[in-house]
């Protein structure tokens, strides 16, 4: 019940800005989401968000891939950028293992590496690396699996349905660049998965995979316009938050380019660093 009270006092900053949330008890839980009623684990209740959603990344980011090159984007994969060349205020060129590449304007959004790029024209970034954990199941059962996405606040494992198969994520570690993992690091996934819909998939099977997530120590990403250089633009640092601010801050940083003023204020999504 600690848990669930907790949830709902982090739930205010989403109530005070028009997001509906719904406490539910254990009835109204296995209402919403029948697989929750197989259970093993005495639950204590739900935060439910009518308005929220998920989705496949994976399959969002294959689809607009094909779409952008329907339209003639081009995409250079295997590339490695090694600095950028720049001329007083702007900057000229990017030099890569294959050559220079040239531009009218360069947006930075190379996660955990956007620091080592941005510092060889003199801008340090605040972003570091997490490792994150995550797993995918495949479903034997999807009437016992969940139809929602969600996060179990006791033990902060998240999951999220996407099709036929289950994806599930767990806490951070500070690592530096390893992204290297071993089987207990998912100890929490699998137990959580076990207790909550114990017949939806092979708990003791399912994919394994380890990642960095860009991380800023204030929280927020960084977006928009550094002060050193007028054409390179900063769309990094989103943490485990990636994809879900992706169309969103994708959406700041063209009105910036284009001299716009974007939908949200930007002040929290300044360039900026926290070297003295």
Known sequence: MAELELGMGKMKLLTDNGQKLEQLDMKGLAAVDPAFGNA?????????????????S??????????????GVEFKLGVTAKSFVADGDRITGLQTDQGLLTADNYVLAMGVWSPKLSRTVGQDLPVYPAKGFSMTFDLKDKSKAPELGGVDEKTLVAWSPMGDQLRMSSTAQFSGFDASHKPEDFAAIRSTAKELWPDAADWDGGSMTAGLRPMTPDGPPIIGKGKKHKNLFYNTGHGHMGWTMASGSSAAIVDIIAGRTPEIAMDPFVVRTYRK
């Not at 935060?47 to 989705?55: E, K």
């Not at 994976?58 to 339209?71: D, G, H, V």
């Open 40 to 56: 093993t684990v005495q639950l204590a209740g739900a935060i439910h968000a009518p308005n929220d959603g998920s989705g496949n």
């Open 58 to 71: 994976e399959l969002f980011t294959r689809k607009l891939t094909e779409l952008l090159i329907s339209k």
